[in-house]
């Protein structure tokens, strides 16, 4: 089964957030179950630099108005899966970020950059770039990538399947409808039925009505997202696409985010001896700037600053948690008066609140092995990772019940430590009374050493690698192209009559 996954992010190569740790994590639990899986992403300066055994292996055609791009082609970091990157230097070699300048505005011209991705991505899937393979399956991902089940659905003949992944409605791609001709789609298209949105074009919607079938990242969001609330006005898309419509777990790289290997560490651990996550405590104290006191509870914060992740809800309760004579540490970046805020806050309480404005691979890892427990609420979150890391990593979570934080995280009551299933805190409210109530319970938890330490054994007891999500994936793409796989696993659709039951 050859499959061709197209997305705009993949770490090491670029990142934004989860969308990169599931793009290197997927295909690679792919390659392993024996699909051939081939990536094609954006040629970032960055991706362009830390691309293994890059080699042009082919000029693109001139294409809506860009002549400059190639076809590079080379090995992803440390492993032996194939990538290509679409290297046009008017469209991706730049500074700034991925899709916004040094100055956070978006790039006047983010339409017709992944437009590109996307057309490259077609003639590729339809062998019109002569690299000698074709794929079964082409696996778009997010809005960047939403233009390309459209651009199948217009070949005729044969054609590989598509599959779209929508990791997070509320990121849409909508752009004034005078683009359609520069990103080269008919105005026929620009319908309700088709890609028109409120009067714009959607790439979200391009790939949520024309790929062969459509998935998200967690069978709780999956339903959530068929409503009003959590649909972003997309909810009658998916309700009309239900019977070819699932939602798969997320997992995790083990092997990337393992607390008994991880090089970034001061020191490693593993359930069985947890003795070294005290000296990564310790450590992490320290270089915070942090009052050295191995029984102060420290609590962690890694995520976008922004009011999806409830990050404003943290701010109005951190004198609480200072009260309890407890710590944070907050790594993360995004809505710039939320940084200044939490700025302000660290200035304010020495010692018990360090905050590092921007992300730090290393130092994200460092945080979830020193922290004992870690901040994961969010108003709306279709999987999340961070809650998995800190399972791993024997750090508790404290999460609100909603999308993939409602499949992962169990919370902790009386019948659920007896089974041996509590592994972290559960509230429902989205005010600062369920964040600070959910966090009264974990520190008193915490104080309970015995029980704390039967909690942690629990949560790193947790399986979410991505074997059995991948495996989930390879029968889908079986079954949407005809391809047999020799291992399958049942994926459920969100029938009409379930989601709607479910959604009330």
């Known amino acids: 089964m050859r499959v ?83 290297d046009s230097p008017t469209l991706f070699r730049r500074g700034g970020g991925l899709y916004q300048d040094e100055n956070g505005r978006d790039w006047p011209d983010n339409a017709l950059r992944f437009a590109f991705l996307a057309h490259v991505g077609a003639k590729l899937a339809m062998g019109e770039i002569r690299i000698g393979w074709k794929p079964d399956i082409v696996h778009a991902n997010d809005w960047h990538a939403g233009l390309l089940p459209l651009l199948l659905a217009q070949e005729k003949g044969p054609k590989p399947s598509s599959v779209f992944t929508t990791h997070n409605m509320a990121f849409q791609g909508n752009f004034p409808s005078s683009i359609l001709s520069s990103i080269g789609i008919p105005e026929s298209y620009f319908a309700s039925g088709g890609i028109e949105f409120y009067r714009q074009v959607s790439f979200l919607k391009a790939g949520l009505s024309y790929a062969d079938r459509v998935t998200t990242v967690s069978p709780t969001y999956a339903r959530e997202i068929l409503t009003p609330e959590f649909g972003c006005g997309m909810e009658g898309v998916l ?85 309890q004579q407890a710590q944070l540490v907050l790594v993360g970046e995004g809505d710039p008066v939320l940084e200044e805020a939490f700025t302000e806050a660290r200035a304010r309480y020495g010692g018990s609140v360090a905050v590092h404005v921007g992300y730090d691979e290393p130092l994200a890892h460092r945080l979830q092995a020193g922290c004992d427990i870690l901040l994961a609420p969010a108003r709306f979150e279709p999987c999340g990772l961070t809650q998995l890391y800190a399972l791993r990593y024997g750090t508790l979570p404290i999460v609100r019940r909603t999308g993939g934080l409602a499949d992962t995280v169990v919370d902790s009551t009386a ?43 629990h949560a790193m007891a947790q399986d979410f690698s991505w074997d059995a999500s991948a495996a989930k994936y390879a029968f889908l793409y079986s079954k949407v192209s005809g391809v047999p796989h020799v291992e399958e696993a049942p994926v459920e659709t969100a029938s009409q009559e379930a989601v709607i039951q479910a959604a009330s």
């Open 239 to 323: 309700r009309s696409r239900a019977d070819d419509f699932s939602g798969i777990l997320n997992g995790i790289d083990d092997v990337l985010w393992d607390p008994a290997t991880d090089s970034h560490l001061p020191q490693t651990y593993r359930a069985s001896d947890i003795s070294g996550k005290r000296v990564c405590k310790t450590a992490l104290q320290r270089e915070h700037g942090l009052m050295a006191n191995p029984d102060a509870p420290l609590i962690g914060y890694v995520s976008r600053l922004t009011h999806q992740k409830m990050a404003d809800t943290i701010l109005t309760a951190l004198p609480w948690i200072v009260e």
């Open 415 to 457: 019948e659920s430590i007896a089974n041996r299933a509590a592994t972290g805190f559960v509230f429902e409210d989205v005010g600062t009374e369920g964040l600070i109530a959910a966090t009264a319970r974990a520190l008193a938890f915490y104080r309970e050493p015995l029980t704390w330490r039967r909690l942690q054994l």
């Open 4 to 86: 061709l996954f197209v997305t705009a992010e993949a770490y090491p190569l670029a990142k934004t957030g989860g969308l990169a740790d599931v793009s290197r994590a997927l295909p690679i639990a792919l390659a392993r179950r024996g699909v051939d899986v081939r990536l094609l992403l954006p040629g970032y300066p960055r991706a362009y630099t830390r691309l293994e055994q890059p080699r042009i292996v082919a000029k693109l055609d001139p294409m809506l108005g860009i002549a400059d791009a190639t076809l590079v082609s080379g090995k992803f970091p440390g492993t032996e899966l194939p990538v290509w990157l679409v």
